[in-house]
């Protein structure tokens, strides 16, 4: 098809015009075309992070469409500058793919960053970014943002007495996955397309959140100038993402499960939430967006307790020990 | 082998205690360990840019130790900070590798990264990255540098009557290449382990430059400070990249080939050199580390003439249309 060919077929050139035509207007000092991007930092300082999406391990392309690898690729960035207590102000690209990737599914993906930024965190554009021929495809991308004056917030500050608080949904994207595996593969476990016609709605907002998710990225900031004493990302399961604040912080999180909706077992050892989750003092209210779902404790035995006990489940995702590739 | 470990085996925390423990002490404001990295920007300005590094395309592993594709990942993206006229502050590395990578392979890179950084660029430091499964190792490696106060120097400043100059090796890593290519496969294709012993000190030399290159990384900021008009990365051959050069700047550059050394044809069309291309006022003198190579004049037909004419040969290369994953 010479309507939409290869990347193979093209030069490094035309697929950046692809690619640079689809995304917003630069806002940098400096943006895409010379050899590294210039962003101002107005405060003396810059948030910065990378998260990489693997095919294989990380999405399937019988689920995932190039408009939802970008913008998930942007969303898990986005969410990370916000743990911080920032707002992002830029995304750089390294896209590397193999060269019979349609020029369309180049596009798609740049559709799917742009709209991400748009939605999730408006004035945040891609600002650079890298081509690359590989067998597998990959998106690395690093995400920038600024503080605004304020100090980032960090995971080690929450101080017992502190009111423990969410952000952002805890669950739905680790069922999505669940029904990803259990309903969308042939009988020798190849992922296939999705119909979603046959799911109910809460089934296809779990499929969403997975596919698509939308982190509070903005909740991020507000978080900060409300005072929170410690932010982070919830991205490896609720119970083990506690426990790693706890640990920085030296204190226990007391998590009440009554307060995590109707599936607390989904919340508490999801993955892939991008959520954020808080500590603020007490005496504080909790910003729009935020919801208690526990208190700070003094240090005990346990980093994490729900309901005043050891949490039994699977405790949540190590890339490296969890993954399997025989299952599909 | 219970010494050394396949990724595969280790928690994602184990691998990254044994990347951490190789790798400088931070100097950011917040380095490894939360949700994000936060760094100093002292004049409220960052530079940023990213480069991927990919298993077949970019590196083969007969070839490349993991110490020098720790190195070279380094050393190709601080050239581009370099590049800007900036020094580089931190690095982001996303690595994503097969799970039966040895953990010495991983430790190895993070060696080379850190040898890089302390020998090109003292006081760069990697701050933050991402770990990731994947069937293709793939070393993505953000670079995040500070302008000391002055603007970037882009690719668009020259003007006629300027001097065109460079700093670093022209021609060396595209040979290199080519001796990989020529001496170190065996007979069906397959890359095997270089014996430098039977290679003469030139020899050595070319295959250094191409799998541990040191660009003039500090010579970006010379370059900045003694007026540099015009900077960029010679990373695709001096034809092409300063064909960029000219069209961003709107002038022909009228190169002199008796001043490229021994091997002219290898210097303008040789590929990875990560030498810096620059423009100065005649009036100026050209920082350490610059030679002259020709003059910026007004714009003609060609962007690039190479002793009054326009050059015949190889003009660079471009990852799309010139990977060819059968050449072996």
Redesign the interface.
């Given at each position: 098809m010479t309507d939409d060919p290869r990347?193979?077929d093209?030069?490094?050139g035309q697929?950046l015009q692809a690619i640079l035509a689809r995304l917003g207007e630069s806002r940098a000092?400096?943006g895409p075309?010379?050899?590294?991007?210039?962003?101002?930092?107005?405060?003396?300082?810059?948030?910065?992070?990378?998260?990489?999406?693997?095919h294989?391990?990380?999405f399937r392309l019988a689920w995932s469409s190039a408009y939802d690898l970008g913008w998930k690729s942007a969303a898990v960035n986005l969410a990370?500058?916000a743990?911080?207590g920032?707002r992002p102000t830029?995304l750089?690209?390294?896209l590397?793919m193999p060269?019979d990737t349609r020029l369309s599914f180049v596009t798609g993906l740049a559709d799917g960053l742009r709209d991400a930024c748009d939605s999730l965190a408006p004035g945040c554009v891609v600002?650079?970014?890298?081509?690359?021929?590989?067998?597998?495809l990959?998106i690395?991308v690093?995400?920038?943002?600024v503080?605004g004056g304020r100090p980032?917030v960090?995971?080690s500050g929450a101080r017992p007495g502190d009111v423990v608080a969410v952000a952002g949904d805890l669950g739905a994207a680790g069922r999505g996955l669940a029904l990803l595996f259990a309903r969308f593969r042939s009988d020798d476990g190849t992922p296939v397309p999705v119909d979603a016609d046959g799911l109910d709605r809460g089934e296809r907002r779990d499929l969403d959140a997975q596919l698509r998710p939308e982190p509070p990225v903005r909740a991020g900031e507000r978080a900060a100038s409300g005072g929170a004493t410690a932010l982070?990302?919830v991205s490896d399961g609720l119970v083990l993402d506690a426990t790693r604040l706890a640990d920085?912080s030296g204190v226990t999180l007391a998590i009440d499960s009554s307060s995590l909706g109707g599936d607390p077992a989904s919340a508490l050892s999801g993955g892939e939430d991008h959520a954020l989750l808080a500590t603020f003092p007490s005496s504080r209210a909790l910003p729009d967006g935020f919801r208690a779902i526990g208190a700070v404790v003094e240090r005990m035995a346990e980093a994490v307790l729900v309901d005043g006990h050891t949490h039994e489940g699977r405790g949540g995702w190590?890339?490296?020990?969890d993954?399997d590739a025989a299952r599909g």
């Open positions: 990347v193979g093209l030069g490094e697929i000092e400096v075309g010379d050899d590294a991007a210039v962003l101002a930092t107005p405060d003396g300082a810059v948030v910065a992070t990378v998260d990489t999406l693997v294989g391990p990380d990370d500058i743990a911080m920032a830029a750089l690209v390294a590397a060269d600002e650079g970014g890298d081509l690359t021929v590989s067998d597998t990959t690395a690093t995400a920038l943002g503080l980032a960090l995971r982070m990302d920085a190590d890339p490296y020990s993954w």
